[in-house]
């Protein structure tokens, strides 16, 4: 691994200047990985705009932030529930009335190891449906705000991209037949990491002005497995918990804030950002080993083409 460009200690938040004038839409930003960005984000000054699915959560979470920010932060949230794509719709025609200027999307939402095979309501495999098909609608339909505003778009992925089958199961993309809670999950976030390079490319070719960065949290302590996933893996992930192998949630959300924030010219567009320590799970934030099936080409295209079809979006990328 290269020596790391932010320092031994990694990218950390007192890179940081003032943010005020920015403006950030995180989504699932009301717990773990997505609330500790908002909240590092607003003690800069800058403005948050949380895009979950849940109101009373994200009242919460917004009461929790002015409690310890206090009250004249500039933090509001757009209900958007990634599993259904009329629901992402109805979220974008609000976000164009309300930000003129977009500094960053970070697609941080993400559900994991749902026990059984659930279907959303526009009938796709749920962690497909959520993670993946619900952020490329989302990107796409502001697409055109983000490349007015000169924006970016983080996405945030997973080691789990490498724990799965490895590449994408077009003939089953909902898992009909072989189900399996880990690897789908893993399935679904290296669709999210292939889009994401191949939403780069996409972006040269029409000549458009938007970044487009990728990363992970490592292992973080959140209510990720505790919210969507069964038991077995409730338990574990909750011991483990208790180890050095899993980091605060705080620290997981540096990587999407380096992405998000850092300045352009010392971002490599092609890097995997995340912890770079022990099994790239924890340690300082940098530039991380990605294997190169999550850059295959013939892949990544024919997921796009996919995707489209499959959420019945088409990009404005011409
Ligand atoms: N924690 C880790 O160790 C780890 C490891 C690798 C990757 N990640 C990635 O890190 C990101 C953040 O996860 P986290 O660990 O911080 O988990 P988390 O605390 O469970 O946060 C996930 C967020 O996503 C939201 N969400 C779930 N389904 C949604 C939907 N249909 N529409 C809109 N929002 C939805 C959740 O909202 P509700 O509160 O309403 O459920 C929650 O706010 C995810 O992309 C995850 O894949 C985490």
């Given at each position: 691994m290269a020596s790391n460009k932010f320092g031994q200690n990694g990218w950390t938040p007192e890179r940081l200047g003032n943010l005020?004038?920015?403006?950030?839409?995180?989504?699932?930003?009301?717990?773990?990985?997505?609330?500790?960005?908002?909240?590092?984000?607003?003690?800069?000054?800058?403005?948050?705009?949380?895009?979950?699915?849940?109101e009373q959560r994200s009242n919460k979470a917004i009461a929790d932030l002015k409690a310890e920010l206090g009250a004249d932060i500039n933090v509001s949230f757009i209900k958007m529930d990634l599993s259904e794509l009329s629901?992402?719709?109805?979220?974008?025609?609000?976000?164009?009335?309300?930000?003129?200027?977009?500094?960053?999307?970070?697609?941080?939402?993400?559900?994991?190891?749902?026990?059984?095979?659930?279907?959303?309501?526009?009938?796709?495999?749920?962690?497909?449906?959520?993670?993946?098909?619900?952020?490329?609608?989302?990107?796409?339909?502001?697409?055109?705000?983000?490349?007015k505003s000169q924006g970016r778009i983080v996405v945030v992925g997973s080691e789990g991209y490498k724990m799965g089958i490895k590449t994408i199961q077009f003939d089953d993309m909902n898992w009909d037949k072989n189900y399996n809670p880990m690897k789908t999950y893993c399935h679904s976030k290296l669709a999210q990491i292939m889009f994401a390079y191949e939403l780069q490319d996409r972006i040269s070719s029409a000549n458009k002005n938007v970044g487009v960065y990728v990363c992970h949290p490592g292992s973080s302590a959140t209510s990720l497995i505790k919210n969507s996933g069964g038991l077995r893996d409730r338990i574990i992930f909750g011991l483990m918990s208790k180890t050095p192998l899993v980091q605060t949630a705080e620290k997981g959300a540096y990587p999407e804030i380096l992405c998000a924030t850092e300045n352009k010219e010392n971002l490599n567009p092609k890097a995997y950002y995340g912890p770079?320590?022990?099994?790239?799970?924890?340690?300082?934030?940098?530039?991380?080993?990605?294997?190169?099936?999550?850059?295959?080409?013939?892949?990544?295209?024919?997921?796009?083409?996919?995707?489209?079809?499959?959420?019945?979006?088409?990009?404005?990328?011409?």
């Open positions: 005020s004038g920015k403006t950030y839409l995180i989504t699932g930003a009301n717990s773990g990985t997505g609330f500790e960005a908002s909240k590092i984000l607003l003690s800069k000054g800058a403005e948050v705009v949380m895009l979950n699915r849940n629901s992402v719709q109805n979220a974008v025609e609000e976000i164009k009335k309300k930000v003129p200027k977009i500094e960053a999307l970070i697609c941080n939402a993400a559900i994991a190891q749902v026990p059984k095979q659930v279907l959303t309501p526009d009938g796709f495999e749920s962690h497909i449906g959520v993670n993946h098909y619900g952020h490329f609608v989302l990107c796409g339909s502001l697409f055109d705000s983000l490349d770079t320590g022990r099994l790239q799970w924890t340690g300082p934030v940098g530039e991380c080993n990605l294997e190169s099936f999550a850059q295959d080409k013939d892949i990544a295209k024919k997921l796009w083409e996919v995707s489209e079809k499959e959420t019945n979006h088409t990009w404005n990328l011409i």
